[in-house]
């Protein structure tokens, strides 16, 4: 095997090398992202479950704070939105309707672009 066969083997090796990498790379955030996704659910899923018709507002939000992992609370008129972040383009939501301070509805929604 001449010089260009050595090079263009280590070439090769090099190329190999830093393909198998990337493929490492991607792997681990597919499966850091499958993770947070799953972890987004169930925390939503959990908060929205716990929650029931007639609790206070304040009890919930208590609670949301408390959670792991902690979501980002919206509020509109009679309306919270707890929201639990997954990866990238992907988060859970409990949602929670009020009047006069009490809970009247709540339900899970997903947000998944």
């Known amino acids: 095997m001449g010089k260009i066969g050595k090079a263009l083997k280590g070439c090769l090796?090099?190329?190999g090398t830093l393909v198998l990498a990337l493929l490492a790379v991607l792997g681990i955030y597919i499966g850091w992202g499958m993770y947070a996704n799953e972890r987004?659910?169930?925390?939503?899923?959990?908060l929205c479950a716990g929650t029931r018709i007639g609790d206070s507002i304040e009890s919930v939000r208590a609670r949301a704070e408390r959670a792991d992992p902690q979501p980002r609370i919206a509020t509109?008129?009679?309306?919270?939105?707890?929201t639990f972040q997954?990866?990238?383009?992907?988060?859970?939501e409990c949602q929670v309707s009020t009047a006069q301070g009490r809970v009247t509805a709540r339900k899970v929604v997903l947000f998944n672009d």
């Open 86 to 92: 997954g990866a990238i383009f992907h988060a859970r």
């Open 13 to 15: 090796l090099a190329v």
């Open 76 to 82: 509109g008129t009679d309306q919270y939105h707890f």
């Open 40 to 46: 987004a659910e169930t925390a939503a899923t959990a």
